[in-house]
């Protein structure tokens, strides 16, 4: 690779939270559209299975189109990917508006539009998560990664609380008009103050001439020849599965035993907790080794997790949901800073598009793992006279929310015998010492115009 060393653009940091704050608003807007989505889908079928179905939806296109999100990502400007991105997903929330204020909205549409949803939202992750590589200096790349996910904890902790207000007052529709306008603006805001160097390329990427299918396995072959990141990406593969057990299980815990406010108000808890673990990634960004710091998180959550079944209480829920979401930020932003430190930014698009292929493929079985265990298994267990009930019933009690409590629970367990074993394995341990750092990248400089930002 023929590189030099030059610095990052001197508006880097400036465009990095421009982009930033745009993404913010429009989380805000998803997040009273999604919860709303949500318990409207619950309250019209009380099926743990339909959920299930709603929540894979939004989980196959990150699966199926990421390799190609990927490509597009490193052929395209990352500036004009996002700007596609946030404008088709704007277009599917401004159906849901149009569908439920005409009174033609119905269980099974939420099913496609979810679907092109996330279709265009695949775009998004690996074009700002590129960007981000050549805008920040490699030494602030877990800050940037824990600033990414604040971005992520804020409309977390505001929006289902307004959620839950707004569902009672204004209903879908107007949550997704709102949504609607949340998508524009960032759109604009990319428009008018972002440029954002492409990445020139290395001398061998410059003369090769690949296939659209040849850059799509790109990554693929750039992941089996480091053992380090593979292991990394199969231990995450492993938890994204857990994750995508308890994913449809919150709502019916709580609509189960309290109401939708209630709901709303725990959320908000939640994403106080990851609120908080985000600041705490922000500040530290995750220590010389961040793979301890996301396999000591990991272990973490699975702790709060452990502790769900105990008893059917708002206090316990808020302690456990508040301690599992403050260990989201460091796991994501830990792992995050790793891989950026270790692909080259040239490729990222590619490599991180099939990172998210094999690590959220899981996702998709789990849901459909965990609606039936819930439906069929876990609840009638912990009913009065159920099998698991004349063993457990003594100690945490039996009836609504105690079968989804211990499959919760359960999960937990799993996730901490997981992470020792992950603790015992070199290839993943000693990632960060194996495997160098990508070289400095030589920035395209006739491709960079200064941010409009003064």
Known sequence: METTNPSKPAHGMRTFFTIWFGQLISLLGSQLTGFALGVWVYEQTHSVSMLALVQVAMQVPYVVLSPLAGVLADRWNRRTAMIISDI???????????????????????????????????????????????????????????????????????????????????????????????YVFA??????????????????????????????????????????????????????????????????????????????????????????????????????????????????????????????????????????????????????????????????????????TIAMSASIVAPLLAAPLADYVFKPAMAPGGALALVLGPIIGVGAGRGIGVLISAVGVIIIATTLIALGIPVLRRVEVDLPDHEPVVEAVNEIQPAAIP
């Open 88 to 182: 088709g997903a704007g277009l599917s929330v401004l159906a849901v508006a149009l569908l439920f204020i005409t009174h033609h909205l119905q269980v099974w549409m939420v099913i496609p539009i979810n679907l092109w949803m996330a279709s265009f939202q695949t775009l998004m992750w690996p074009s700002f998560s590129a960007a981000t590589t050549v805008l920040v200096p490699k030494e602030h790349y877990g800050r940037a990664s824990g600033f990414t996910q604040l971005g992520e904890a804020l409309p977390a902790i505001a929006g289902p609380a307004i959620a839950g207000v707004l569902y009672v007052s204004i209903k879908i529709g107007n949550m997704a008009l709102l949504d609607f306008a949340s």
């Open 187 to 356: 759109a604009l805001l990319m428009l008018l103050f972002v440029r954002i160097p492409s990445p020139a390329r290395t001398v061998t990427e410059a003369r090769e001439k690949s296939s659209l299918w040849q850059e799509m396995r790109f990554g693929w072959d750039y992941i089996m020849l480091r053992k380090g990141l593979l292991a990394l990406l199969i231990f995450y593969m492993i938890f994204n599965f857990l994750s995508g057990v308890i994913g449809p299980l919150l709502v019916p815990l709580i609509l189960d035993n309290w109401d939708a406010s209630t709901l709303g108000y725990l959320s908000t808890l939640m994403g106080v907790g990851m609120l908080v673990g985000t600041l705490v990634m922000s500040a530290w960004g995750g220590g010389k080794r961040k793979i301890f710091a996301m396999l000591g998180a990991f272990m973490l959550d699975g702790l709060f997790l452990m502790a769900v079944c105990l008893r059917v209480s708002i206090p316990l829920l808020a302690v456990c949901g508040f301690g599992a979401m403050f260990c989201g930020p460091i796991t994501i932003a830990a792992s995050q800073a790793i891989w950026q430190a270790k692909v080259a930014p040239e490729v990222q698009g590619r490599v991180f598009a099939f990172r998210r």
